[in-house]
């Protein structure tokens, strides 16, 4: 096998979340007055750093970003239980682990938020480095990962990383490694395929034997 390290998003990817996070924006933006987004016009329009997808879709002019990105949050946590882990990436994950593979997760999720899902979860035990904001904007996560593969020696060409979001793919080019997107997570099959040269599955189905081939 050429890869020894596997990186995970994990909004998306490793957990099935976007329902609960449109039903948690919708909560919020009601409260301002806006209009609510359906799950298939999220999937369509999201986009990485979250503030973007914002200023895209409604009018921020007399809006505070920050507010809304802490008041998102107190939803999400109040709608967590909604949340699953989708099954066959937690069956993938424990495989690559039982193969002595290398793994870990960045996310743009607040590092305490992630500790907190992943261990909820039961999935704390499988990684080797986690990598989590500071705050509460979904931003650019880019930067964090050269960082981890700094820091601990993830060669690019043995490296994978498995996202739901365009940004993954943007993150995965910064450090050199290779990229596969699956479109059930944030972003869906049309605007990923749309978006650049980079594998989308429609789902985990084929990670196995793509790892385990390559």
């Known amino acids: 096998m050429r890869y020894k390290n596997i990186i995970w998003d994990y909004n998306g990817t490793i957990v099935d979340d976007a329902p609960l996070s449109v039903e948690a924006e919708n909560i919020v933006m009601r409260s301002y007055g806006l209009p609510e987004i359906t799950l298939d016009f999220y999937r369509q329009e999201c986009v990485m750093p979250i503030e973007i997808f914002y200023r895209k879709v409604y009018n921020m002019d007399n809006l505070d970003f920050d507010e809304i990105a802490e008041r998102f949050m107190e939803n999400y946590d ?80 043995d490296t994978l990383f498995i996202g739901d979001m365009y940004h993954d793919y943007e993150t995965a080019q910064k450090i050199g490694a290779d990229c596969i997107l699956i479109a059930r997570g944030h972003q869906g099959a049309q605007p990923l395929r749309s978006s650049g040269n980079v594998t989308v599955l429609d789902d985990a189905a084929p990670l196995m034997d793509i790892v385990v081939n390559s």
């Open 78 to 157: 109040r709608l967590m239980h909604k949340a699953a882990v989708f099954p066959d990436i937690a069956d993938i994950i424990k495989a690559f682990h039982e193969m002595g593979l290398k793994q870990g997760v960045i996310s743009g999720f607040e590092t305490a938020h992630l500790k907190t899902g992943l261990k909820s979860f039961g999935l704390d035990g499988y990684f080797d480095f986690l990598s989590g904001a500071d705050d509460n904007r979904c931003g650019d996560k880019s930067e964090r990962a050269a960082a981890v593969a700094q820091r601990y020696g993830l060669e690019p060409n």
